[in-house]
C-alpha cells in the first residue's frame, strides 16, 4: 500500500499571502486530520475532515481551513499567512471508524513565511 | 478533559544503555494507547500500540504496557542504538471524538 502523501514538501510565501497544502491519505482511509508543528508548541491538531465532512476542530483561527474531497484527499488553506504560521503541517490518515484509532502521518509540508 | 503528560527532554543516553520514557494519561472510558516516533526531517510513524488494559505493545525492541490501574504507558528499551535517536510521542485515541491527544515529545540522544 502506498502511504500517505503531501504535497509540496517545501514551501516559501511572503506575509499577507495565502497558501494550499495538499494530503493523498492511505487508499480505503476516509479520514485525515492536519496538525502543525512548531519548536515552541509542539503538536497541535487542526481539524480532522471523514467523508467530506470537518468532525472535530482544533483551536485555531478562521484563516485555517480544510477541505476533503470525495476520493478523501484533503487540501488545507492558510489565508493572510503570518510570520508565527511557519510550520511544519501533518497529515495524519486512518480508517476513521473504529478502534484502534491508529494515524499513519505523511511526511510533512515544511512552510517558511517571510 | 483527556491529557498525556510525557517526561521532559532530552534524554541523552549512551548506546546499549536502558531507556525509560514515562508517559501517564488522563481520560475516560477505555482509550486506546499509542507511541509514535519521529525521525529527523520525517512525520511521525506509529511505533507500537496497546488496546486494553494489561496488553503489551512491542516493535523494534520497544515495549510499553498499558496499566489502566496507574494510567501509564511507559517506553522502555533493553538496548539502545545511535539510530534510535528520535523525538518520541506517546498518544490516547479512541475517548471520543475520532481524536487522538498527543503528548509534547521527549527527544531522545544516544551518544556512540
Known amino acids: 500500500k502506498a502511504g500517505v502523501t503531501q504535497t509540496p514538501r517545501y514551501l516559501i510565501k511572503t506575509r499577507g499571502q495565502q497558501v494550499t497544502l495538499s494530503c493523498s491519505p492511505i487508499?480505503?482511509?476516509?479520514?485525515v486530520s492536519w496538525y502543525q508543528q512548531t519548536p515552541g508548541q509542539g503538536l497541535q491538531f487542526l481539524f480532522e475532515?471523514?467523508?467530506?465532512?470537518?468532525?472535530n476542530k482544533g483551536n485555531f483561527p478562521g484563516r485555517f481551513s480544510g477541505r476533503q474531497f470525495s476520493n478523501s484527499r484533503s487540501e488545507m488553506n492558510v489565508s493572510t499567512l503570518e510570520l508565527g504560521d511557519s510550520a511544519l503541517y501533518l497529515c495524519?490518515?486512518?480508517?476513521?471508524?473504529?478502534?484502534?484509532?491508529?494515524?499513519?502521518f505523511g511526511p510533512g509540508t515544511r512552510l517558511t513565511v517571510t | 478533559g483527556n491529557s498525556v503528560t510525557q517526561m521532559e527532554g532530552p534524554v541523552t543516553l549512551s548506546e546499549e544503555a536502558f531507556l525509560t520514557i514515562n508517559c501517564t494519561y488522563t481520560?475516560?472510558?477505555?482509550?486506546?494507547l499509542f507511541w509514535y516516533v519521529q525521525y529527523p526531517g520525517e512525520g511521525l510513524q506509529l511505533l507500537l500500540k496497546a488496546t486494553k488494559a494489561d496488553d503489551k505493545g512491542s516493535n523494534k525492541g520497544f515495549e510499553a504496557t498499558y496499566r489502566k490501574e496507574t494510567t501509564s504507558f511507559h517506553l522502555e528499551k533493553g538496548s539502545v542504538q545511535v539510530s534510535d535517536s528520535a523525538v518520541y510521542f506517546c498518544?490516547?485515541?479512541?475517548?471520543?471524538?475520532?481524536?487522538?491527544?498527543f503528548g509534547a515529545g521527549t527527544r531522545l540522544f544516544v551518544k556512540a
Open positions: 498518544a490516547l485515541g479512541g475517548t471520543g471524538g475520532f481524536k487522538t491527544i
Open positions: 481520560a475516560t472510558g477505555y482509550p486506546s
Open positions: 495524519a490518515s486512518s480508517s476513521g471508524l473504529a478502534s484502534p484509532y491508529e494515524q499513519y
Open positions: 487508499s480505503g482511509h476516509r479520514s
Open positions: 475532515y471523514f467523508s467530506e465532512t470537518q468532525r
